[in-house]
T-cell receptor, first 113, second 116 residues
Framework: SQTIHQWPATLVQPVGSPLSLECTVE??????LYWYRQAAGRGLQLLFY??????ISSEVPQNLSASRPQDRQFILSSKKLLLSDSGFYLC????????????FGDGTRLSIL | AQKVTQAQTEISVVEKEDVTLDCVYE???????LFWYKQPPSGELVFLIR??????QNEISGRYSWNFQKSTSSFNFTITASQVVDSAVYFC?????????????FGQGTTLQVKP
């Protein structure tokens, strides 16, 4: 069966510090991968998605970036965090063919001080 | 443009009541897919159902049922005999029918509180 791991679960970072959130998927190959952000009490905003190694599409301009160094690894990064980067970050995967359900990790609660 | 609207921000019911969560979507695609997800207080999103635009049959899974009506662009979700464990945020989502990106457009979510 497929599993998705996302860490850390919670993170408190000062403004201006770097960020690295990691997500890995097991039990499947060539998955589509996604990063979402959920602000408190709001819906999900798609940040990045990837259909293959090294292929990253950005949905919104921001100071975040994503990378996919391996088939089942997806990393969300920032060089300098802003207060507005606070939120709940969710990684998800789906089978490579379109319109398959996305399956989500447990999320990372990021607080910027 | 594609859009998903969940007009009900919060719903509160007493245990054993039936409750319907509304979802209205907008799309110009002739082929598309609709989804419902549940987000319990722990935070992870749990996939509940996927429906394609060519299948308007209603679906029932235990206490859950879904009513898809293309004529009104709605995909409503009903929980029968609600339980406290149903308390969560529920999201409706829409995806494109073509390509393999699998991108989803989510509604803003409906927070359901089931009181004992």
């Amino acid at each position: 069966s497929q599993t998705i791991h996302q860490w850390p679960a919670t993170l408190v970072q000062p403004v201006g510090s770097p960020l690295s959130l990691e997500c890995t998927v097991e039990g499947t190959s060539n998955p589509n991968l996604y990063w979402y952000r959920q602000a408190a009490g709001r819906g999900l905003q798609l940040l990045f998605y990837s259909v293959g190694i090294g292929q990253i599409s950005s949905e919104v301009p921001q100071n975040l970036s994503a990378s996919r160094p391996q088939d089942r690894q997806f990393i969300l990064s920032s060089k300098k965090l802003l207060l507005s980067d606070s939120g709940f970050y969710l990684c998800a995967w789906s089978r490579e063919s379109g319109n398959q359900p996305q399956h989500f990790g447990d999320g990372t609660r990021l607080s910027i001080l | 443009a594609q859009k998903v609207t969940q007009a009900q921000t919060e719903i509160s019911v007493v245990e054993k009541e039936d409750v319907t969560l509304d979802c209205v979507y907008e799309t110009r695609d002739t082929t598309y897919y609709l989804f419902w997800y549940k987000q319990p207080p722990s935070g992870e999103l749990v996939f509940l159902i996927r429906r394609n635009s060519f299948d308007e049959q209603n679906e029932i899974s235990g206490r859950y049922s879904w009513n898809f009506q293309k004529s009104t662009s709605s995909f409503n979700f009903t929980i029968t005999a609600s339980q406290v464990v149903d308390s969560a945020v529920y999201f409706c989502a829409l995806s494109h029918g073509s390509g393999n990106t699998g991108k989803l457009i989510f509604g803003q979510g409906t927070t359901l509180q089931v009181k004992p």
